[in-house]
């Protein structure tokens, strides 16, 4: 017995990395799985190839397991809804989604362009946006289904370089809870990941000393995809029915569970403020809780909450 056993799961960027093996071991625990990858290199920047996500399909089969392939774009919403239409044709049903699909454009902010802004969001976000869409409203028909969608500590920490992905990635953030409180009288839940594992996005950071390139090494031998995949399959079975609205962390052997902002610090002035009131009392009463903007390095343990 899988935890996923008589689902139908649509995983999108399963041809590689963490999708590769959200995909795998989805079958594995009994899924039926469409298996999307554009096939794209990871600036999204080529034409694609449906090689990636057919090789996965074709070795769950070969492992005695049940899927499909499919090479369409999730920036593309018709594209998308052809992906669940698809689910339906092949295995009669859908039941939940894995949505770890995305792209990297890194530069500085001061230097980004609206193309390198706007591609990040397209594939990150308004994918998150199209494959929940497509899918929602047969989720709540059915009283049944879940997504796991990914975030990325770029986004819940902040990363240097990485203004468009962090954005993107706080966007899914809300989405997923959103999703997850209007989703909850019809039994659809929502979960987002922020996963850190050695992937081809990981291994390209670039290494700018040797404390980053020991990390890295470190990185390479411990943190694997296959352990943020275990997660996201945990959350897309119907045995965690009451797992909704969260947003988890994985490294290596650790699951993380994130707090979600909510006031820390309440400050009223009877006679309201003025803005030289905010600047000479508000801001130094609050300072002590202040989040430090220091920069966290690649590979670095994630701070706890």
Same mark, same amino acid.
């Given at each position: 017995?899988? &935890?996923?056993?008589?689902?139908?799961?649509?995983?999108?960027?399963?041809?590689?990395?963490?999708?590769?093996?959200c995909?795998?071991?989805?079958?594995? #625990?009994?899924?039926? &799985?469409?298996?999307? !990858?554009?096939?794209?290199?990871?600036?999204?920047?080529d034409?694609?190839?449906?090689?990636?996500? %057919?090789?996965?399909?074709?070795?769950i089969?070969?492992?005695?397991?049940?899927?499909?392939?499919?090479? %369409?774009?999730?920036?593309?919403?018709?594209?998308?809804?052809?992906?669940?239409?698809?689910a339906? !044709?092949?295995?009669?049903?859908? @039941?939940?989604?894995?949505?770890?699909?995305?792209?990297?454009?890194?530069?500085?902010? @001061?230097?980004?362009?609206?193309?390198?802004?706007?591609?990040?969001?397209? +594939? @990150?976000?308004?994918?998150?946006?199209?494959?929940?869409?497509?899918?929602?409203? /047969?989720?709540?028909? $059915?009283?049944?289904?879940?997504?796991?969608?990914?975030?990325?500590?770029?986004?819940l920490?902040?990363?240097?370089? /990485?203004?468009?992905?962090?954005?993107?990635?706080?966007?899914?953030?809300?989405?997923?809870?959103?999703?997850?409180?209007?989703?909850? *009288?019809?039994?659809?839940?929502?979960?987002?990941?922020?996963?850190?594992?050695?992937?081809?996005?990981?291994?390209? &950071?670039?290494?700018?000393? %040797?404390?980053?390139?020991?990390?890295?090494?470190?990185?390479?031998?411990?943190? *694997?995809?296959? $352990?943020?995949?275990?997660?996201?399959?945990?959350?897309?079975?119907?045995?965690?029915?009451?797992?909704?609205?969260? +947003?988890?962390?994985?490294?290596?052997?650790?699951?993380?569970?994130?707090?979600?902002?909510?006031?820390?610090?309440?400050?009223?002035?009877?006679?309201g403020?003025?803005?030289?009131?905010?600047?000479? #009392?508000?801001?130094?009463?609050?300072?002590?809780?202040?989040?430090? +903007?220091?920069?966290?390095? &690649?590979?670095?343990?994630?701070?706890?909450?």
């Amino acid at each position: 017995m899988g &935890v996923l056993d008589g689902k139908v799961v649509l995983i999108t960027g399963g041809g590689n990395g963490i999708g590769k093996d959200c995909a795998l071991i989805a079958a594995q #625990e009994g899924a039926k &799985v469409v298996v999307n !990858d554009l096939g794209g290199g990871l600036k999204g920047d080529d034409e694609g190839s449906a090689g990636p996500a %057919e090789a996965v399909a074709a070795e769950i089969r070969a492992a005695g397991g049940q899927a499909v392939s499919n090479s %369409e774009s999730v920036t593309n919403y018709k594209a998308v809804q052809g992906m669940v239409e698809q689910a339906m !044709d092949e295995f009669g049903a859908l @039941h939940a989604v894995i949505n770890p699909a995305g792209i990297l454009r890194d530069v500085m902010f @001061h230097k980004m362009s609206e193309a390198e802004w706007d591609s990040v969001i397209d +594939v @990150h976000l308004r994918g998150s946006f199209n494959v929940a869409r497509a899918t929602i409203e /047969q989720f709540r028909n $059915q009283n049944d289904g879940a997504y796991v969608f990914f975030t990325s500590t770029s986004g819940l920490l902040g990363n240097i370089g /990485q203004a468009n992905y962090g954005a993107a990635k706080m966007g899914i953030a809300g989405l997923s809870r959103i999703i997850a409180m209007e989703g909850a *009288r019809n039994n659809v839940r929502s979960n987002c990941l922020a996963p850190v594992a050695w992937t081809r996005m990981t291994q390209s &950071v670039p290494v700018k000393d %040797e404390a980053a390139a020991a990390r890295r090494a470190q990185m390479a031998a411990t943190i *694997r995809a296959d $352990q943020p995949a275990k997660l996201s399959v945990a959350l897309a079975s119907e045995l965690a029915k009451d797992v909704t609205g969260q +947003v988890f962390g994985a490294r290596g052997d650790d699951i993380q569970l994130y707090s979600q902002p909510r006031p820390i610090a309440n400050l009223n002035k009877a006679e309201g403020w003025t803005p030289a009131t905010i600047i000479s #009392e508000a801001f130094p009463q609050m300072a002590e809780k202040f989040f430090p +903007v220091a920069p966290r390095q &690649v590979g670095a343990p994630v701070p706890s909450n």
